[in-house]
């Protein structure tokens, strides 16, 4: 690589521990007492809780221990949770034990493999169960003779023949050898043949387990094509044998052999419904070098695995910083130039995680090996292990930097990566506009954290500026307010802003972002017809696949926003809907309204209520109560006068008064 093409990038050797915090809790004060080393205390509460594999090490940097674990943090924290009072063997590893170790790796199967295989490597003086070659059996199968057969063994022997495995799964192996026999008439016996023959055929034959190739009922060419099919199979070219099992089945129907084309239909159930075999890395043609990388802004990782035989024996890796202004491809090219072409033994294959411009002058300096950039399949699933191993990493490095408060999952990097993001995006914002049939026009902003959701920092807004509906105007104005009170509070800023819509609204929170002076955070669109991702400056969109977890974290934002900003935009139109026809009531100000909602809870509660039981609320009497009843189109009876009542009836005879004698 020519000087002008690499970037000026820092190398560092090593994650510094030394760097990384003591945690001040009680449980690390304890484990501390107990012996736990310094390194170890540090290390520890950044492990990832994935699975993996541990290495105790002495002061010398020699290896004491390799254990696996499901999760890394939980498994190395359990070591110091206790005495061992009942363990002598773990007391005297723990005395010895200075440093720390950890390699990242897919899945507890993995990590099975991947501990057998340090042990052997390694051979630590604690390890001693696992010393034993006959760990995880293989399948067999002897192609360098006549007539081959399928045998199970756990002992790796370099005679010609064909292994697969290791199997860690003995149950899964049983099962790819009963169809193996369901569908392929392989030999069970021991006979060196052609050169040891029986007399006659055995059970097999006559089953129709086997056609006999040591009598001379089946031919070489024959036996020999249907072992081609077994390897197939082996090798989980599982669809090619279920085609061919399905020809065979059909032309035995033609036949009316329907017993053969029965046998052969119930091998095919089997052959669909079975997973494939458990092969946790191949035997045969193992030896390459696998390269992983893991950006997070100006810092980088690359990470280099050595498999030989088949085997994982050694990671190697480098972190670099300060590389900003330079792509990925640079980066990674300028690393494996300046640090793998002068490194010992290297592999006739070094498989990279994605192509780059100076690969093939990279590869011409290499003298003998070949870069690959593997697509699909198992190759590609090396890369996707030692991508995982730079970013456990990176992570140690960011946090020995005291940069991040805790772990990027998975999906964070692979957002970078695939959207060509300047930064690792760790936090994310996410903005939608929500209205009901343009009116009630809301807004909510949600923060994600590291791939989860962070409650405390969502906000919602009432759109001000204008009246109407206006998505791109609102989309302005709700990201102008948000970022100017964050940079008012001197509050931290997102990684990455994501708006849910297409170019419109992406134009308008770039303007805000711009007129703002805010250009250092990356900025998306996310449009939900197609699920499009739109970026700034560039006219074409970005489509991840269905199931890609970025894409996931991505529409699980867009949601929690949208759910956000209707949930308010619906409690919004829910107060004007209730509050509406109280105001058309003359005289109920403000105060007598929120006293009767207070009260009775809506407008139905107030319609349903009695006349005494509103003359009773505080500031209301009984005209004011019948008032309100009225307007809100409740019959009541005439209002009850007080009147004086009538002389009742005297109980006399009414006699007439005699007249008055003027004289």
């Known amino acids: 690589m020519s000087d002008e093409l690499a970037p000026s990038a820092d190398v560092v050797a090593s994650v510094s521990i030394d760097a990384l915090p003591i945690p001040d809790d009680e449980w690390t004060r304890a484990a501390l007492e107990r012996g736990m080393p310094l390194a170890v205390a540090r290390r520890l509460p950044h492990l990832p809780e994935s699975p993996g594999i541990y290495l105790w090490k002495d002061a010398d940097g020699g290896v004491l221990y390799v254990g696996k674990a499901k999760r890394l943090r939980s498994r190395v924290r359990s070591y110091w949770a206790q005495d061992h009072d009942a363990s002598p063997k773990t007391r005297g590893l723990l005395r010895k034990v200075q440093d720390l170790d950890t390699i990242v790796v897919p899945s507890e199967a993995h990590s099975l493999i991947l501990e057998a295989t340090l042990i052997k490597e390694y051979r630590p003086r604690f390890n001693i169960a696992l010393r034993d070659d006959k760990s995880y059996p293989y399948i067999k199968v002897t192609v360098q003779e006549p007539f081959p057969r399928v045998i199970v063994t756990r002992r790796l022997q370099e005679d010609g023949a064909r292994y697969f495995g290791p199997y860690t799964d003995v149950g899964a192996m049983r099962r790819a050898l009963n169809v193996v026999k369901r569908i392929f008439t392989v030999r069970s016996c021991h006979y060196a043949l052609p050169r040891e023959a029986p007399e006659r055929p055995c059970l097999d034959y006559f089953i129709k387990r086997c056609k006999a190739p040591c009598v001379g009922y089946q031919g070489t060419d024959d036996y020999r094509a249907m072992i081609d099919e077994l390897l197939w199979f082996l090798e989980g070219r599982t669809d090619d044998v279920v085609r061919h099992v399905r020809d065979r089945m059909m032309e035995a129907s033609e036949r009316l052999d329907f017993e053969r084309a029965g046998e052969l239909r119930d091998a095919l159930r089997h052959l669909e419904k079975m997973e494939e075999p458990t092969v946790v890395l191949e035997v045969e043609g193992g030896d390459r070098d696998v390269a992983g990388y893991a950006r997070d802004g100006a810092d980088a990782c690359v990470v280099v695995m050595r498999i030989r035989g088949g085997k994982l024996l050694a990671r190697d890796h480098r972190l670099l910083e300060h590389a900003e202004g330079e792509d990925d491809g640079a980066v990674l090219g300028a690393s494996l130039s300046q640090w793998y072409r002068m490194a010992d033994a290297r592999a006739g294959d070094l498989l990279v995680p994605f192509d780059f ?142 708006i849910d819509g297409g170019k419109g609204q992406l134009g308008a929170a770039r303007e805000a972002l711009d007129a703002l002076g805010v250009t250092q955070i990356g900025l998306i669109s996310l449009a939900k017809k197609e699920e499009e991702i739109f970026l700034p400056g560039r006219s074409d969109s970005v489509r991840l696949p269905r199931r890609s977890p970025a894409l996931r974290l991505l529409q699980q934002a867009r949601d929690e926003a949208h759910r956000f900003a209707v949930t308010f935009q619906r409690q919004k139109r829910s107060a004007r809907t209730i509050t509406s026809e109280l105001l058309k009531i003359p005289g109920i100000g403000p105060t007598k309204r929120r006293a009767l909602l207070h009260v009775f809870g809506s407008v139905q509660g107030v319609k349903d209520a009695p006349l005494d039981a509103i ?26 006068t007080t009147a004086v009542p009538p002389r009742p009836p005297d109980d006399r005879t009414d006699t007439p008064l005699p007249p008055v004698n003027d004289a």
């Open 357 to 498: 411009e100076d690969r093939e002058m990279l590869e011409a300096s290499l003298e003998g090996t070949k870069v690959r950039v593997p697509q699909r399949g198992p190759r590609r699933a090396l890369v996707d292990l030692a991508d995982k191993n730079a970013q456990h990493l990176l992570e140690e490095f960011k946090l020995a930097s005291l940069e991040a408060d805790e772990r990027a999952a998975d999906p964070v990097y692979e957002l970078q990566r695939e959207l060509g993001l300047p930064r690792l995006p760790r936090s994310l914002v996410c903005f939608d506009i929500s209205h009901a049939q343009g009116t009630d026009v809301v807004a909510s902003a949600v923060w994600f954290e590291n791939a989860r959701p962070k409650r405390g920092e969502y906000r919602k807004f009432k759109i001000q500026i204008f009246e109407g509906n206006d998505d791109f105007k609102s989309m302005h104005e709700v990201v102008t307010r948000y970022f100017r009170r964050r940079l008012e509070e001197e509050k931290p800023l997102p990684d990455l802003a994501v």
């Open 615 to 640: 003359a009773r609320v505080p500031g209301f009497g009984d005209a004011s109560a019948r008032k309100v009843l009225l307007s809100l189109g409740v019959e009541l009876p005439p209002p009850h």
